[in-house]
């Protein structure tokens, strides 16, 4: 039966602890970003024609911001993944120490 082990104890519990520290900084960059706070306003990638050429410029600006706070929660979610699949390395390594080869 082939082993699904590919990362070693330690490898696995950074990958627990980045991907905790991701999901959590994250989430909160994605709420600031949907809430539209102007202190962000320098991480929203708009040109000069998005204020100049738009008739209501503030909901193209408020689209952007809700397209980046998208995209937060989108690598947020993929930390989950990758933090799920370093739990897992966790486990098979603790099972792989009591094994008797």
């Not at 950074?14 to 202190?39: D, E, Y």
């Not at 929203?44 to 408020?62: G, L, R, S």
């Not at 706070?69 to 989950?80: E, K, P, S, T």
Request: net charge neutral.
């Amino acid at each position: 039966m082939p082993s699904l082990l590919f990362c070693g104890p330690k490898m696995a519990a950074c990958g627990i602890v980045i991907s905790i520290w991701g999901v959590i900084m994250l989430a909160m960059l994605g709420i600031f970003f949907t809430a539209k706070s102007a202190v962000l306003i320098e991480d929203v990638p708009f040109t000069e024609a998005d204020i100049h050429n738009d008739k209501n410029p503030p909901q193209n600006i408020y689209s952007l911001y809700n397209q980046v706070g998208l995209n937060c929660f989108i690598a947020a979610g993929i930390y989950v993944a990758v933090g799920a699949i370093s739990l897992c390395q966790v486990r098979l390594n603790k099972r792989q120490e009591y094994m008797v080869t």
